[in-house]
């Protein structure tokens, strides 16, 4: 955060100051939990639905605390405690941010990069922090803190050194990324694809699409969007655009689309292949540059247009193409459950990806598996299963969303595909229905079940793909195939 006087952060949140000198300066980090909080901090004591922070403000304060932000005044023996007391905690974290951020833009040079889409937000921000902070300081969630709560504590770590804030934006209804934006204004704003993964959620993909785009809207003159020029969607943002925004592409096809123009910049990702590892590759190349050969060091095929928005932030930021080039070839998966890749002690292959599942990653993720098992000249092939769980928040889509599932599951020969929980069941469904023989598939109830299948038939050299969203907790289970420490 940026430097600011008690009284300073008063004015900024439109409160009043009670029990600290005005005039101190407030120079550590900013929590909302107050387990977290260290010397100096600022605690955030956000109203919940079961809680209300203000009841841990002493427990804060006894931890370090130098301020409380609260709707009320908190008292430790009659005596008023450090606070600024605001009508809403969670809506005064979000200004107390919009002032650090303008603070510093005013006083340095701070690019801030913000990123949504229905697939790969995390994925994009993990590329672009390793690409970025090997040419400055750069600030960026170790988390998917993406919502309200979780952008302002991400911008907040910013101080006077940062010079890249790369934050991840999600949106769970139309208006989320625009009340995001009206605090932290981005400087470049990336859009990966719209699909249908919150259809659910938002009602219809046309809604999702608007909900989207509001993270280009607000952008002004001098700033960058970064644009999917494969998905039409998000390649019609580009009408929503104000003037003097620059648009710099990314694309994986052999030949661009009819809407970037013959002067448009354009990152462009061609004769993408993936090795009998998983790895992709593929000839990345930039504005103005010379084509380079890129093997990432990432595992699945769909990773390719991840690595090529992260090379569009990268270049849009400075970096040059031999850094860009390096850090995709070496840089692998910063965040757990995310296409982690991990030998187990019994020989088995995991591929534990079972942090998040919508219709498009869970095909990404099949393919990749199918693509490992089938060998190629130096390696032989290996029996891939498939362990997959309901992909949530899919609405009236949910039971044709899963059944295409399963339906792919037999045309990709995965050999035997255990389909966990009631509803997922429609994957185990299609999959019967589509050809699958034997015992090929096959459907339970619980994950516990599904580990005692596949401690009775894995065998060393098998690959597992564990696949779901997140709270069908699947990424547990894989952890324990794996023999991950700690596995829950």
Same mark, same amino acid.
């Given at each position: 955060?940026?430097?600011?006087?008690?009284?300073?952060?008063?004015?900024?949140?439109?409160?009043?100051?009670?029990?600290?000198?005005?005039?101190?300066?407030?120079?550590?980090?900013?929590?909302?939990?107050?387990?977290?909080?260290?010397?100096?901090?600022?605690?955030?004591?956000?109203?919940?639905?079961?809680?209300?922070?203000?009841?841990?403000?002493?427990?804060?304060?006894?931890?370090?605390?130098?301020?409380?932000?609260?709707?009320?005044?908190?008292?430790?023996?009659?005596?008023?405690?450090?606070?600024?007391?605001?009508?809403?905690?969670?809506?005064?974290?979000?200004?107390?941010?919009?002032?650090?951020?303008?603070?510093?833009?005013?006083?340095?040079?701070?690019?801030?990069?913000?990123?949504?889409?229905?697939?790969?937000?995390?994925?994009?921000?993990?590329?672009?922090?390793?690409?970025?902070?090997?040419?400055?300081?750069?600030?960026?969630?170790?988390?998917?803190?993406?919502?309200?709560?979780?952008?302002?504590?991400?911008?907040?770590?910013?101080?006077?050194?940062?010079?890249?804030?790369?934050?991840?934006?999600?949106?769970?209804?139309?208006?989320?990324?625009?009340?995001?934006?009206?605090?932290?204004?981005?400087?470049?704003?990336?859009?990966?694809?719209?699909?249908?993964?919150?259809?659910?959620?938002?009602?219809?993909?046309?809604?999702?699409?608007?909900?989207?785009?509001?993270?280009?809207?607000?952008?002004?003159?001098?700033?960058?969007?970064?644009?999917?020029?494969?998905?039409?969607?998000?390649?019609?943002?580009?009408?929503?655009?104000?003037?003097?925004?620059?648009?710099?592409?990314?694309?994986?096809?052999?030949?661009?689309?009819?809407?970037?123009?013959?002067?448009?910049?354009?990152?462009?990702?061609?004769?993408?292949?993936?090795?009998?590892?998983?790895?992709?590759?593929?000839?990345?190349?930039?504005? /103005? &540059?010379?084509?380079?050969?890129?093997?990432? =060091?990432?595992?699945? #095929?769909?990773?390719? +247009? *991840?690595?090529? !928005?992260?090379?569009?932030?990268?270049?849009?930021?400075?970096?040059?193409?031999?850094?860009?080039?390096?850090?995709?070839?070496?840089?692998?998966?910063?965040?757990?459950?995310?296409?982690?890749?991990?030998?187990?002690?019994?020989?088995?292959?995991?591929?534990?990806?079972?942090?998040?599942?919508?219709?498009?990653?869970?095909?990404?993720?099949?393919?990749?598996?199918?693509?490992?098992?089938?060998?190629?000249?130096?390696?032989?092939?290996?029996?891939?299963?498939?362990?997959?769980?309901?992909?949530?928040?899919?609405?009236?889509?949910?039971?044709?969303?899963?059944?295409?599932?399963?339906?792919?599951?037999?045309?990709?020969?995965?050999?035997?595909?255990?389909?966990? /929980? &009631?509803?997922?069941?429609?994957?185990?469904? =299609?999959?019967?229905? #589509?050809?699958?023989? +034997? *015992?090929?598939? !096959?459907?339970?109830?619980?994950?516990?079940?599904?580990?005692?299948?596949?401690?009775?038939?894995?065998?060393?050299?098998?690959?597992?793909?564990?696949?779901?969203?997140?709270?069908?907790?699947?990424?547990?289970?894989?952890?324990?195939?794996?023999?991950?420490?700690?596995?829950?």
């Amino acid at each position: 955060m940026k430097r600011l006087t008690a009284a300073e952060i008063a004015t900024a949140l439109s409160g009043e100051l009670y029990g600290i000198d005005p005039e101190t300066p407030l120079t550590a980090g900013v929590v909302t939990d107050s387990r977290e909080v260290g010397p100096g901090d600022i605690y955030v004591a956000r109203r919940g639905e079961s809680f209300d922070g203000i009841e841990f403000a002493a427990a804060a304060v006894e931890a370090g605390a130098a301020l409380i932000i609260g709707e009320s005044v908190p008292t430790l023996h009659d005596e008023p405690l450090p606070v600024v007391v605001v009508a809403d905690a969670t809506e005064a974290l979000g200004q107390l941010a919009k002032h650090s951020i303008e603070g510093l833009r005013a006083d340095g040079e701070l690019t801030v990069i913000a990123i949504t889409g229905s697939v790969g937000k995390t994925t994009v921000k993990d590329l672009a922090a390793d690409l970025l902070s090997g040419e400055a300081e750069t600030v960026w969630p170790p988390n998917s803190y993406n919502n309200e709560v979780g952008v302002p504590l991400t911008a907040l770590r910013a101080v006077e050194s940062t010079r890249f804030l790369v934050l991840e934006m999600g949106a769970r209804s139309i208006g989320n990324l625009a009340y995001l934006t009206s605090l932290i204004r981005p400087d470049i704003a990336v859009e990966l694809a719209v699909g249908p993964a919150h259809s659910g959620v938002f009602g219809s993909i046309e809604n999702t699409t608007r909900a989207k785009a509001e993270l280009v809207e607000p952008l002004t003159a001098g700033s960058t969007a970064v644009l999917n020029a494969d998905d039409t969607r998000v390649s019609a943002m580009r009408e929503v655009l104000a003037p003097d925004v620059s648009t710099l592409w990314f694309s994986q096809r052999e030949s661009l689309p009819e809407w970037v123009g013959e002067d448009d910049r354009v990152v462009r990702g061609t004769s993408v292949s993936t090795d009998s590892s998983g790895h992709p590759t593929f000839t990345l190349t930039l504005p /103005g &540059e010379e084509p380079r050969d890129v093997r990432l =060091a990432l595992i699945g #095929e769909h990773h390719v +247009g *991840n690595a090529l !928005a992260a090379a569009a932030i990268a270049h849009a930021c400075g970096v040059t193409t031999k850094s860009i080039v390096t850090t995709l070839s070496t840089s692998s998966a910063a965040s757990r459950w995310r296409m982690e890749l991990i030998d187990s002690p019994s020989g088995v292959t995991v591929l534990n990806d079972a942090y998040n599942a919508n219709p498009e990653s869970m095909r990404a993720s099949l393919k990749t598996l199918a693509s490992m098992g089938r060998g190629d000249e130096e390696t032989s092939p290996r029996r891939t299963f498939a362990v997959l769980g309901e992909m949530l928040e899919l609405g009236d889509e949910s039971v044709s969303a899963h059944s295409a599932i399963g339906e792919l599951v037999v045309r990709l020969n995965i050999t035997r595909t255990i389909v966990v /929980g &009631e509803g997922a069941k429609p994957i185990f469904n =299609a999959a019967n229905l #589509e050809g699958s023989w +034997g *015992n090929e598939a !096959a459907w339970v109830a619980t994950a516990s079940e599904a580990k005692d299948l596949l401690n009775a038939e894995l065998a060393p050299g098998d690959i597992v793909l564990f696949k779901s969203s997140r709270d069908a907790g699947l990424r547990y289970l894989g952890d324990e195939i794996a023999g991950v420490s700690g596995a829950q």
